[in-house]
T-cell receptor, first 112, second 115 residues
Framework: SQQGEEDPQALSIQEGENATMNCSYKTSINNLQWYRQNSGRGLVHLIL?????REKHSGRLRVTLDTSKKSSSLLITASRAADTASYFCATDADGATNKLIFGTGTLLAVQP | DGGITQSPKYLFRKEGQNVTLSCEQN?????MYWYRQDPGQGLRLIYYSQIVNDFQKGDIAEGYSVSREKKESFPLTVTSAQKNPTAFYLC??????????????FGPGTRLTVL
């Protein structure tokens, strides 16, 4: 079952531009995480935002969370060609275990 | 070097054969997970383990088996009962178990191809 759905499915921008990806989910959560995956590699954790937080920053990353709309966004500012990757949001599966449910991802291509 | 390793990186299997994918972590994490990823798709949970000698089925456990005899190791066996095993398999670990989800640390993955 898919908890998170990312939008858009694919995004192509020029270096220096900002990239925004959105994630919608269905049930209440404790936290939401964003991960990055380079082609053919494992996932790398980017940022975790808790349900009582509205915004969080990490370097060029900015994540927002709107629990009333059950949505989150990931903003990458001043993008670089090295940011080219797939980006996934992940949310709690249930309250009893440390399970995550991943969305289908946004494929970001940053053109040099 | 702390981290999570998977081997082999590429694996080829003939139909009807069982194969075992290795996953080892030296992060002293309690929880470990196996995911399957198909092209252009997200991750789907196969099995997870929160403690040694215990594991639970995920969303797509049919045709797979696991063991957790040591904290550091969580091997996945893809059996001949798995009808469509060609996929990218990812192992992950996290520091603590539920109820609040924690950051997961991923290995580099094993790409399994059935010939």
């Amino acid at each position: 079952s898919q908890q998170g759905e990312e939008d858009p499915q694919a995004l192509s921008i020029q270096e220096g531009e900002n990239a925004t990806m959105n994630c919608s989910y269905k049930t209440s959560i404790n936290n939401l995480q964003w991960y990055r995956q380079n082609s053919g590699r494992g996932l790398v954790h980017l940022i975790l935002i808790r349900s009582n937080e509205r915004e969080k920053h990490s370097g060029r990353l900015r994540v927002t969370l709107d629990t009333s709309k059950k949505s989150s966004s990931l903003l990458i500012t001043a993008s670089r060609a090295a940011d080219t990757a797939s980006y996934f949001c992940a949310t709690d599966a249930d309250g009893a275990t440390n399970k995550l449910i991943f969305g289908t991802g946004t494929l970001l291509a940053v053109q040099p | 070097d702390g981290g999570i390793t998977q081997s082999p990186k590429y694996l080829f299997r003939k139909e009807g054969q069982n194969v075992t994918l290795s996953c080892e972590q030296n992060l002293n994490h309690d929880a470990m997970y196996w995911y399957r990823q198909d092209p252009g798709q997200g991750l789907r949970l196969i099995y997870y383990s929160q403690i040694v000698n215990d594991f639970q089925k995920g969303d797509i456990a049919e045709g797979y088996s696991v063991s957790r005899e040591k904290k550091e190791s969580f091997p996945l066996t893809v059996t001949s009962a798995q009808k469509n095993p060609t996929a990218f398999y990812l192992c992950a670990s996290s520091r603590r178990t539920g109820p609040i989800t924690d950051t997961q640390y991923f290995g580099p993955g094993t790409r399994l191809t059935v010939l």
